[in-house]
């Protein structure tokens, strides 16, 4: 139902920086719920940082707490990760990902939906992080 591209990806060196973007097509955006989702070669796709369609609610993983920024832009149908003090484990496929959100629920702007990939219908392609020692 949307599209997400990510883009920002590439090589940095460990205490680098990283600004990722994604970009949604469609004109839906403000029904959706933006994620973050990470996954290492040979690990499980583990969840990032998410935050709910108005910016109300925001939900970081404890691994990224204090050095990655999750932001939205409605009016460009944009998401935006921006990553700072970057760790070799930091290395991963980012993907940008994309929850509609219809009606209302008690569950739906929780850190508990919100950190399941499951609650994701959409899905951008993913952009390569590298982060060197």
């Known amino acids: 139902q949307v599209q997400l591209v990510e883009s920002g990806g590439g090589l940095v060196q460990a205490g680098g920086s990283l600004r990722l973007s994604c970009a949604a097509s469609g004109r839906t955006f403000i029904s959706y719920a933006m994620g973050w989702f990470r996954q290492a070669p040979g690990k499980e796709r583990e969840f990032v940082a998410a935050i709910s369609p108005s910016g109300a609610y925001i939900y970081y993983a404890d691994s990224v707490k204090g050095r990655f920024t999750i932001s939205r832009d409605n009016a460009k149908s944009t998401v935006s990760l921006q990553m700072n003090t970057l760790k070799p484990e930091d290395t991963a496929v980012y993907y940008c990902?994309?929850?509609?959100?219809?009606?209302?629920?008690?569950?739906?702007?929780?850190?508990?939906?919100?950190?399941?990939?499951?609650?994701?219908?959409?899905w951008g392609q993913g952009t390569q992080v590298t982060v060197s020692s």
């Open positions: 990902a994309a929850a509609l959100r219809r009606g209302s629920g008690l569950y739906y702007n929780t850190r508990e939906a919100l950190s399941r990939p499951g609650e994701y219908a959409d």
